[in-house]
């Protein structure tokens, strides 16, 4: 056993160590354990043990020197560490309990450094508010008073909150520079913004703690809501002149043919045609105005190769591909083809994530349903795949319940298999034919 090293230079020899660490002194050891991390590991103040049995009271007699008999004792603290320091032990009572391990937590210490933390945090955050624009604006101190209250950005590390708020100061600065000459651009891109305040393209992102700050202030200078979306926080930035990235993200689609008379609606209908795949980006999604005809019927798979099979096929239905987890974008385009009135049929893996998503997207939309997802249609493809000798993939993970077929979810459970969309391909793509 290691641990802090007596004056002579060793540790308890074997025998010592024996007796510290007998059952008889466990409870000792603990109860003095939390009272040194509490004190600051000072040996001050006292011990009270109740309902001492034999065991207990013969091996506190022997440490203590002095012979106990009743059930309860009380143990002066500074006592014990002058009669362990004279003893064989060698060492006072923290050096005892390092030694026994685990080592001991200055506890009060911690606090006291981690309040002189947060002292010096939001202190250096309010002179870097002093030294901007934003030094003058009810709201900005407001913003910060808001930050502080929350204690989110005080859970780390004082070092990483520190640069954040900064940050954030920095970005709210220049997005609100107050009356004087404004040399920055009327629009930033996000991105361009977040180079110029973090040196990094990617400081502003989503879900960061610094966006979620600055959009925080953002809200206050306009006086609305923070929003609780993704599209309304891409709102939110483009009311304070900041574009945020609309191109990155993207949803495939196929055969879709609008009924109006744009460029960009002619350009859909003539690529449906030819039977060619079309990625749409959010911008492009923001100024298109999609106008099928009433109650068509888009079908809507979950993974790109359907949307591949299908062109290689000639079809003609419409198809949206939500990749995955249908993103920002995807719900964007399925939210418009909805209010244009378009009814949706919903296809995806038969796993549980993949039911999961199904869920999300018939659930959302009344005039969607499932498309070749029910228990009997996962039993036959199950049966299928294992006629045509295919290897089982295992289903894992935590059942979920289909909201359109109560058995589905128990087909799935007792087969065990699942199933990705190319185990129907051929089904899929006779449909869209």
Do not use: K
């Not at 995807?330 to 038969?350: E, N, P, R, S």
């Amino acid at each position: 056993m290691t641990g802090p090293e007596r004056a002579d230079g060793h540790s308890p020899d074997a025998d010592t160590l024996a007796f510290l660490t007998r059952p008889g002194l466990t409870r000792l050891w603990a109860a003095a354990r939390t009272r040194l991390e509490r004190n600051g590991l000072q040996p001050a103040g006292s011990l009270r043990l109740e309902h001492l049995d034999a065991r207990e009271r013969e091996a506190l007699s022997l440490l203590l020197a002095r012979p106990l008999t009743a059930p309860t004792a009380t143990i002066r603290l500074p006592d014990l560490d002058t009669r362990l320091r004279a003893s064989a032990v060698g060492r006072g009572l923290a050096a005892t309990l390092a030694e026994l391990g685990p080592p001991l937590t200055d506890r009060r210490g911690a606090r006291d450094a981690a309040t002189a933390e947060r002292t010096r945090l939001w202190s250096a955050a309010e002179a870097t508010l002093a030294g901007t624009p934003l030094a003058d604006q009810p709201w900005a101190r407001r913003w910060l008073e808001e930050i502080r209250r929350s204690g989110t950005l005080t859970r780390p590390s004082s070092g990483p909150a520190l640069t954040t708020v900064s940050q954030a100061i920095q970005t709210l600065a220049t997005l609100f520079p107050g009356d004087g000459p404004d040399p920055t651009p009327a629009t930033w891109g996000r991105g361009e913004l977040a180079t110029r305040t973090t040196g990094s393209a990617h400081g502003l992102d989503d879900g960061t703690p610094l966006a979620r700050l600055v959009l925080r202030g953002i809200a206050l200078a306009r006086g609305v809501e923070f929003p609780t979306d993704a599209p309304g926080r891409r709102a939110l930035w483009r009311r304070a002149s900041v574009t945020p990235d609309e191109v990155s993200s993207t949803v495939l689609t196929y055969g879709l043919r609008p009924t109006g008379g744009t460029w960009q609606e002619t350009t859909l209908c003539e690529r449906a045609d030819h039977h060619l795949e079309t990625h749409l980006t959010l911008r492009e999604l923001r100024t298109l105005r999609l106008r099928l005809p009433p109650r068509t019927r888009v079908h809507v798979c979950e993974n790109p190769r359907v949307v591949e099979a299908a062109a290689d096929a000639g079809c003609t239905a419409p198809l949206i591909c939500t990749a995955g987890n249908a993103t920002t974008v995807v719900l964007t385009l399925l939210d418009t083809l909805a209010a244009a009135g378009c009814v949706f049929a919903y296809h995806g893996d038969f796993d549980w994530a993949g039911i999961a998503l199904a869920n999300r997207v018939v659930g959302r939309y009344e005039a969607a349903t499932p498309w070749r997802m029910t228990a009997a249609d996962y039993e036959y493809l199950a049966a299928r795949t294992q006629l045509q000798g295919a290897p089982h993939l295992p289903l894992t993970g935590t059942p979920v319940e289909a909201c359109w077929d109560s058995e589905l979810a128990s087909a799935m459970e007792i087969l065990g298999i699942a199933l990705h969309e190319e185990s129907a391909l051929d089904l899929l793509v006779s449909d869209l034919e």
